[in-house]
């Protein structure tokens, strides 16, 4: 390393200090959010903050509406995360597995959807299911437009997860004996198995959190953004801010013992970090 | 009879088969594309899909019968099938749909399927009357989409070059906040910048109103309800798909190059300049792609942290759409910011060059 | 006209408490999610009504809401769903089904009368069951057979408000009396006005002079329409709200802003600086009603629920808690039995001078109430 300048020295505290405030901010409306969750509003919107209370805590579940919106929006999550991680990861093994004629277009045809805004998205799918009377707007449009987006991402994720893959490990599986389907699933499966997992994880809290593409092809089945939208023209309560704050705790966590136990793993199969 | 055909089919080569699994794959796609954008309808649509599935089931065949080469030939785009046969009829069958609506008017005020009739008055409208809020979003965008590179990149830089051991534990900390609503992260930005609220209460103190009035970041004493606010909550939304990429990118360059250029430069900010930048262009690019596109359609923040001068393109095609019942002139409005978007992406991939996205 | 001091009113304890409003009994809007039109059952033993937010007395503090004694006393399984948030919102998500011969879940929901025209006038509406609601006949004179249900065969009125200037002393600093002052400089910025064009364009008609009653064409209103324009391209409006300008009044966001008379005495009870008038020049006169849309499943259980609402005593308890004005004749009296202040409330039970100071908004045609959306929504910035 060269010789560190005074000025060096004072740029890069300076640098490091922005980083820090950087993440402030970051936090800063995560910070609110936590803490108006035991606020007691005065009216009904919580936004000021009035005074302390558990009360929230206690009775999570109290706003019924909210509630259901909430179960709707997992329920549509499991389903379309579903089917977006089977169609996507074999997008993904097919594009990092072989070499194939159209790879390249293809790619290009993968990214257009996370390129497209979230408006054209659910507007063209709303102008999509308007002309047809096999499905009504609800629950199974709202899965489906959710599932589109979806694809892409987890094709792209999964396909970005297991680029280091060796594919030669197959070869030997089968020169060995094991026939193709075995190899599969007893030797590729199992090891493309955590990127495909972070993929589904991510998209699954992409679809409980869509708003505008769900916005359009709804109908009048309420998500749990839905819900909020429509929820905060009338009253913003702040059992809103509690089932946020448990949904952000989970994820932390899983997150956390995710990585926990992919660096255990990594650990234990001997490879550095 | 069966038999020399089966014997051909064994003995397809390699390339052959691709070339006719690639067909397949399109064959199939626009097939389905065809039935969803209802290029064809009725009894014809029927005959479609029943050849889409003559094809499949033909593809299924070949891989069944043929060599390992033709089955390792045609896997992937087996494998490819069902994604792209979704995307093709929920991705790309809409786009079709909405084009054909934005050219449709309605014949009664109250129809629920415009009619198809060319009508360009449409794209003539969404220009003439929202105007305004065209310009509005590509305006605020662009100014969130520079300041999440502002904001991000050093922290990105931070991450990268400093993080250490604690990288991951920092990129975690970037992505965290996001798991959040976003419509409730928004929120919460309404209670932070409430004129009863505690970062109007600190510019008071600090007396900085003034400033902030001048450079009209304030208007008549709110923070809220502001164009300020709008493109704040934007930057703030979008900011970790600009800290990911550039991180990305920033992660690649070897450190050794960055010590040699400082070793060869007099300072450490020319070295900055002349290496690190450059490397990281492809992560900048991207995030920027990430940043501006959603943000230019997004409404969410308009309608929470604007005011009825402040509107965006989002906001007019939600509310045509959902409210006035407009389908033709909201499905122009929605293809035209599209087209404007990809025209914008294209000369911006022209200027940076296009880069490996994944 | 100020509302008198009120004490600690139920619905003020429901928000203090922290509990929302009508938890007990927001069913699932689930149950209308999951596939279009299988209401599943039907006949006389269930129901599902759809209303707005915050519209009917909920079961809380040892009180049993209208729905919980309805179900109580009919038997019928009800599903009350609150999802109705803005007339044409509702109206885009029925488009699809009702308007292509399909139906929709809900067996009763609640647009305001010019809604109700609407869906009339596109036949998307049943006849009401009139001879299984025998207490219809206790409706007020003035809501019978109005211009949005000529022969009133297609909607009952639930509840009846008026629009007028909610503002807070605190932040004007006099009191306020006509709509000339929601335009004051002093205001800049801290003005509100409300997403219902009828509301907003009917208070500016009348601060200029014209009345709502009958307009006819866009050019009768069109000075209105400028007016607003301006006002917001002056910076004047702060933000057009549906009912969430009640919080920024409170706060004192806004100095004043276009509100709804029964809102008022929840305002005060948060904020005793909140004030309420009718302006000089007048105010506006609306109502929301129950429609059968076409196609619903249980009708006679709907007939069941309207009867019900219909009796005074029943409706009396309503209006109690909504604090709106009542369609049915006997409430007042009613009223007073559980709550006599709030049966001498001018608001609820507006005297003469005042009734002819109210306007209803003219019922437009097709095309007519087409530009006027336009113009409209054009200001509104949407």
Redesign the interface.
Known sequence: MSVMTKRGRAGRAALNLFAAFGFLYLFLPIAFIVAFSFNDPQGKFNIVWSKFTLDNWKEPFSDRGLTDAFVTSLQIAAVSTLIATVLGSMIAIALSRYRFKGSAAYNFFLVLPLTTPEIVLGSSLATLFLGQSVVDFGFTTIVIAHAMFQVSFVALTVRARIRGFDWTLEQAAQDLGASPVRTFWKVTFPLILPGILAASLLAFALSLDDFIITFFNAGSTLTFPLQIFGAARVQLPPQINVLATVILVVTVAIMGTGSFMGERRRRRLGQTA | MAAPVVSRVRNLTGSSSERIGLTGLVLVGVALLAVGARWVSGPIALVVLVLAALVVVGFITLAVLGSPETKRALSPYGLLKPGSLWLAIFYLAPLWTLLKISLSSKETRFAVFPTFSWEFSNYGKAFSDFGPQFTRAFLYAGIATALTILIGYPIAYVIAFRGGRFRNVLLGLVVIPFFTSYLIRTIAWTSILADSGPAVKVLDTLQLSGVLEFLNIMQDGKLINTPAAVIGGLTYNFLPFMILPIYVSLEKIDVRLVEAAQDLYSSASRAFRKVVVPLSIPGIFAGTLLTFIPAAGDFVNAQFLGNPNTTMIGNSIQDQFLRQNNYPVASAMSFVLMAIITVLVIIYSRFFGTEDLA | MNAPKRGFSRRELL???????A????????L??????DGGGGGADELFVENW??YIDPTEDGATGTIDRFVAASGVKTTYS??Y??N??Y???????L??G?T??PDIIMPTQWMAG?LRK?GWLEKLPVDKVPNAKNLEDAFKNPPSDPTGEYSLPWQAGTAGIAYNIDVTGRELKSVADLFAPEF???IGMLTEMRDTIGLLLLGLGINPSTVTSFNDAAPAFEQLEKA??D?Q????????Y??DL????FAACVGWSGDILQLQA??PSARFVIPEEGGTLWWDTMVVPKGAKNTAAAAKFMDYVYDPVQAAQITAWVQYMSPVKGVREELAKIDPELADDPLLFPDDATRARLYAFADLS??VE?EF??AF??????
């Open positions: 928000i203090r408490s922290g509990v929302v409003g938890a007990g009994l927001s069913l699932p809007a689930i209308a999610a999951c596939g279009g039109d937010p915050y609150e999802a948030n803005d044409l919102e109206f885009a998500k029925i488009q699809p089904l308007g292509t399909k929709i879940d609407r596109l800049k910025g801290k917001k391209a910076g409006i702060r933000a057009f709200t549906g009912n969430d009640m919080d409170s706060l004192g966001n948060d904020n097709d095309d087409a959306e336009e929504s054009a200001i509104t910035g949407a």
